[in-house]
């Protein structure tokens, strides 16, 4: 009998391909029959696609279909199905894969488990390179045309796009014009989205959004889901050797709706095989917190030797530090000397601040003396900014110096060497090259896998600590910056290995572990990160500066509670370095990096950026900030659970739930006044002991109006909040 369609299932997901040619028809949730997989797009391919690298051009390759297949039956798969009671595996074999230009001598060879009642499947891929040509990149698994449910409109997608994104609706919002503005400070020309996060079209009409792991992709799952269905389908890859890779998800509008979502792989394969590591598509129930319970439990699997956080006692207590970009500007303005800098401590510490982060102090300056990682001489000598540091320190106060951990100004007579040995090469011989701010300055990125450029950053970093006293660094650029491909002949530490990135900064972030002082420094950098959160103080997310809505840390900060979250504040008035959709905001950024337990970075620049030209917003700062030092100080940081656990509570606040040793702890704001009352799972028997703190009032208070009651079947402590803007709610047995 013909069958048109191969069935394989384990009694939770089915699942079904084509019997030509094995393209996915149906990834079916067997408690709700829902086939996810609702239309089968023709511009877009399933189970896999990829780039080809030729000389003339690039390829785009994929698996062959029907009149493919018609024309030349050799192009046919093998495909089989092994069904077992409660699992199956099917196997797939291509002989070759195709492109538009015709067939490849590119084998392929798949295999889909589906585990013993398992609710992930698992996706494996090998390829095998007869041609002369580089297989570039690969998209596997490679899943189009879904969504949850009988429509696609209430779907969300979560994308770990720097700490998190969420987008709902997104076949609509992919394929939506971006809305962005440009905003102009000093020689800056910068692009701010108002609305969310738009794909880029591609040659088949696909808006495509693509994030570079390390780079805007903070961990490498993502996940769809739709809260009326209570129902969602996840995808990851189980990256055990932590390399580059990416996700894409791509939409197709409205008008062909539903979306593609697949995992990048990056082979740079010039003949011979290559295998992937195993992939997870999984039909869950609930939201995205079930999708980031299991890729936590799988990055704790790996079983990483615990790395040395860089936190010393200190900044553990620390609400948040004051940033001066303001020494020397990337044109040559200078503003503060070296002799300033125990004024402006002072100026910080009445805010309540107790670190300072100086950038601009190197010769030639922000954003253009890299890497000049010495003392300007026009800010003062070597022993004016020693002889700083140490009256900071001496008050009680901690420094921290900024220091860039990619770049190197192209103009610079004396690092045409350190260029020409440390530079990231492209394939063709060209050096990658990066532009911020004034139109006649260019950077070479430098590859963090040549041992030269590595200890020219150790070096700096020893330098700072040891010699100038500072007890914090920052490297800029570390987890945001995409990560890059070299292809320089001379690097032999990623010999014909082009991905090696990720393991570079490894390597750095070890050396930086082994050259603290015993005391430990406070390590910040830009972006976050699975691979380097353990060994930071904490990571700088920026929220500000991504698309104005959709913009969701809870993402990363839920999937590692334990990681501390850097997000910048800004003032409401005066503040010329942030467009004025985003100053507008700033109570809104300010109360957000509360709840989530962040680490406050307030810039203060004269005349662009400063909060002293913003005394109320100034004293909202001062009493956050006295809040959240009481917090750290009397229950430390807690464990960060989302709403995971609140089952009841008001729309319009931000209430967010922390896990203490001996109960929990709700952090709540609102920008009018909290009310309403809240309940949350308490799993203690008796009644909590009950203290709220708030932003006029930050000693605790004992809270008398909570009682224990059963809701759903789960035992809750049900609680009213205060009349304040800001509380911190504290249940212990």
């Known amino acids: 009998m013909y069958q048109s369609r191969i069935h394989a299932t384990n009694g939770i997901l089915s699942l079904a391909l084509d019997a030509l040619n094995g393209e996915v028809l149906e990834l079916v949730r067997e408690s709700t029959w829902d086939n996810v997989a609702k239309n089968h797009v023709q511009k877009a391919y399933s189970l896999l696609e990829g780039i080809l690298h030729t000389e003339e051009a690039d390829l785009r390759f994929h698996v062959p279909r029907y009149l493919e297949i018609a024309a030349d039956e050799s192009l046919k798969p093998l495909i089989r199905v092994e069904q077992r009671e409660t699992s199956a595996t099917v196997s797939l074999h291509y002989p070759a894969l195709m492109c538009d230009t015709g067939k490849l001598a590119i084998s392929a060879g798949i295999t889909i488990e589906l585990g013993e009642e398992e609710a992930r499947s698992v996706w494996r891929l090998s390829l095998d390179n007869r041609t002369e040509y580089e297989i570039y990149e690969v998209a596997f698994p490679s899943l189009n045309g879904m969504w949850l449910g009988e429509s696609w409109q209430d779907d969300i997608l979560v994308l ?355 050259d603290t002082p015993p005391e430990g420094v406070a390590l910040l950098y830009e972006g976050c990160n699975d691979i380097f959160g353990p060994r930071a103080s904490g990571q700088l997310i920026s929220s500000m500066s991504g698309p104005f809505i959709g913009r969701f840390p809870e993402v990363y900060k839920y999937t590692f509670p334990d990681q501390i979250l850097v997000d910048m504040m800004t003032p409401r008035r005066h503040s010329a370095m942030r467009p004025e959709h985003i100053a507008r905001h700033s109570t809104e950024f300010l109360y957000k990096a509360f709840v989530m337990g962040s680490y406050f970075w307030c810039y203060d620049l004269e005349w662009d950026n400063t909060w002293r030209r913003d005394p109320e917003q100034a004293q909202r700062l001062k009493k956050v900030i006295a809040l959240r030092v009481r917090w750290l100080e009397n229950y430390g940081h807690g464990r960060f659970t989302d709403t995971v656990g609140i089952l009841r509570a008001p729309a319009e606040p931000m209430i967010k739930r922390f896990e203490l040793e001996d109960g929990l702890l709700l952090a709540c704001a609102c920008d009018s006044t909290l009310c309403g009352q809240v309940a949350v799972s308490w799993k203690y028997g008796r009644p909590p002991k009950a203290v709220v703190m708030t932003m006029d009032q930050p000693d605790a208070q004992p809270l008398t109006d909570i009682s224990v009651e059963t809701i759903d079947g789960t035992p809750c402590a049900l609680l009213s909040l205060p009349h304040s803007e800001m509380a911190v709610i504290v249940l212990r047995i």
Not at 185 to 198: C, D, P
Not at 279 to 286: D, M, N
């Open 160 to 514: 770990p796009r720097f700490a998190g994104w969420k987008a709902v609706n997104p076949t609509l919002k992919l394929a939506s014009p971006p809305c962005e503005i440009h905003w102009k400070w000093q020689e800056y020309l910068y692009t701010y989205a108002l609305g969310e996060l738009s794909g880029i079209r591609d040659d088949r009409g696909a808006y495509t959004a693509a994030l570079s792991y390390t780079g805007d992709a903070s961990m490498l799952w993502m996940d769809l889901y739709d809260p009326t269905e209570n129902t969602g389908i996840y995808m990851t890859c189980r990256n055990t050797s932590l390399t580059m890779k990416g996700l894409r998800v791509l939409s197709f509008g409205e008008q062909d709706p539903g979306i593609g979502m697949a995992v990048v792989h990056k082979p740079c394969l010039k003949r011979g095989e290559w295998k992937s590591e195993d992939c997870v598509v999984a039909l869950h129930e609930g939201d995205w917190h079930w999708a980031a319970d299991d890729y936590r439990a799988w990055f704790a699997s790996l079983g990483r030797p615990a790395a040395n956080r860089h936190s010393p006692s200190w900044f553990e207590k620390s609400a948040g530090l004051m940033a001066h970009y303001d020494f020397q500007y990337q044109l040559g303005g200078i503003v503060h000397t070296f002799r300033d800098i125990p004024e402006l401590y002072r100026q910080a510490r009445d805010l309540g601040l107790h670190h300072l982060l100086l950038s601009g102090w190197n010769k030639d300056g922000f954003d253009y003396g890299f890497p000049h990682y010495t003392p300007n001489p026009l800010l003062g000598t070597e022993e004016d900014l020693r002889e700083a540091i140490q009256q900071v320190r001496g008050m009680g106060g901690h420094v921290a110096f900024y220091i860039n951990s990619r770049l190197c100004n192209t103009a610079f007579a004396d690092e045409q060497e350190q260029i020409r040995q440390s530079a990231v090469m492209n394939r063709n011989g060209s050096l990658y090259i990066e532009k911020y701010g004034a139109a006649n300055v260019s950077f070479a990125s430098m590859c963090i896998n040549e041992p030269a450029w590595r200890q020219r950053l150790a070096h700096t970093v020893r330098y700072l600590t040891h010699d100038i006293g500072a007890d914090s660094i920052y490297l800029d650029q570390l987890a945001m910056a995409p990560s890059l491909k070299c292809y320089h002949p001379a690097h032999a530490e990623h010999n014909d290995n082009p991905t090696a990135w990720n393991q570079g900064y490894e390597k750095l972030l070890s050396q930086l572990c082994m």
